[in-house]
């Protein structure tokens, strides 16, 4: 665990929050979104996730091993406009 550091709860409009200095937001790459959660009793701040993250470098890797092809490849009974109108790469 790293220093400890101390702050104040204060107000904020409606709501209260807390200030994070700058040295841990910039420590731990924190800014825009983060997500809050409770556990064991803390609270826990991290970085939110973007639906889909890292899919993008996954298909890649799956590309590389040969490993991107329909899995139910033999059930598919293409149309007409399937193998004349639709280019397949």
């Known amino acids: 665990m790293?220093?400890?550091m101390k702050t104040r709860i204060v107000k904020?409009?409606?709501?209260?929050?807390?200030?994070?200095?700058?040295l841990l937001?910039?420590?731990l790459q924190l800014r825009g979104e983060v997500e809050l959660?409770?556990?064991h009793n803390q609270l826990v701040i991290q970085p939110s996730q973007?639906?889909?993250?890292?899919?993008?470098?996954?298909?890649k890797k799956m590309a590389e091993r040969q490993d991107d092809h329909l899995l139910d490849e033999?059930?598919?009974?293409?149309?007409?406009?399937?193998?004349?109108e639709w280019q397949w790469n």
């Open 2 to 4: 790293g220093a400890l």
């Open 12 to 22: 904020i409009g409606n709501s209260q929050g807390i200030r994070i200095p700058k």
């Open 25 to 27: 937001l910039r420590q």
């Open 37 to 39: 959660a409770v556990k």
């Open 50 to 59: 973007r639906p889909r993250q890292g899919w993008e470098e996954e298909f």
């Open 74 to 84: 033999d059930a598919i009974n293409p149309s007409q406009w399937d193998t004349d």
